[in-house]
């Protein structure tokens, strides 16, 4: 079974500072793909950024890189200067075959509370 | 310019009461998602519809149900509301559900059973 595992409960970081969210998969499938959503608290998921495990390049968004080393299995999140509004739940979710194996869906690490201090 | 409507965003219900949360889109997508979040933890997928096609979900309990008149809306129905489904419902769309598969999601539905 695939999984995902982010080992930071909750993070801080300085405001204008850089902070690296954790997150590390298990699979034995050849063509997978990554993904971190960002959830403050009124609940919505926002998706942040996506890296296909055929991409050679780690994937960028504005402020978001997500460092991807395939060999250690790891697909960390770097926020850099970080903003108040940055203080949020952050999960790490890995797209997988559903139990019927039709189809794909997304499975969710537990994680990491981020918050941001003035 | 919301995307994945959700309503109502807060609902409670009694223990026993069947309850209906909603699910509406602006984006034409072909999958909808229906995601159980309880507390602190991380949101679980209950079930989707590709079009008309139901996909659930093995573990999801019998006691939640599906419905989707039209590519437009999506509901989640739960028949027999226990304390245990008290949690955030996240409904979600995706253009369909293979390779890259980004996912936009509604702000949710807290269900409070009493």
């Known amino acids: 079974a695939q999984k995902i595992t982010q080992t930071q409960p909750g993070m801080f970081v300085q405001e204008k500072e850089a902070v690296t969210l954790d997150c590390t998969y298990d699979?034995?499938?050849?063509?997978?793909?990554l993904f971190w959503y960002k959830q403050p608290s009124s609940g919505e998921m926002i998706f942040l950024i996506y890296q296909g495990s055929y991409d050679e390049q780690n994937a960028t968004e504005g402020r978001y890189s997500l460092n991807f080393q395939k060999a250690r299995k790891s697909a960390n999140l770097v926020i850099s200067a970080s903003q108040l509004g940055d203080s949020a739940m952050y999960f790490c979710?890995?797209?997988?075959?559903?139990?019927?194996?039709?189809?794909?869906?997304?499975?969710f690490g537990k994680g990491t509370l981020l918050t941001v201090n003035p | 310019d919301a995307m994945v409507i959700q309503n109502p965003r807060y609902q409670v219900t009694q223990f026993g009461k069947p309850v209906t949360l909603s699910c509406s889109q602006t984006l034409n997508h072909n999958v909808m998602y229906w995601y159980q979040q309880k507390s602190s933890q991380a949101p679980k997928l209950l079930f989707h519809?590709?079009?008309?096609?139901?996909?659930n979900e093995a573990d999801t309990p019998d006691n939640f149900q599906s419905r989707r008149p039209n590519t437009s809306f999506c509901f989640l129905d739960i028949r027999s509301p226990g304390l245990g489904d008290a949690a955030m419902y996240l409904c979600a769309t995706s253009r369909d559900n293979y390779r890259f598969n980004e996912q936009y999601f509604g702000p949710g539905t807290r269900l409070t059973v009493t």
């Open positions: 519809y590709y079009d008309k096609d139901f996909n």
């Open positions: 699979t034995s499938d050849q063509s997978y793909g």
């Open positions: 979710a890995m797209r997988e075959k559903n139990s019927g194996g039709s189809n794909y869906k997304l499975t």
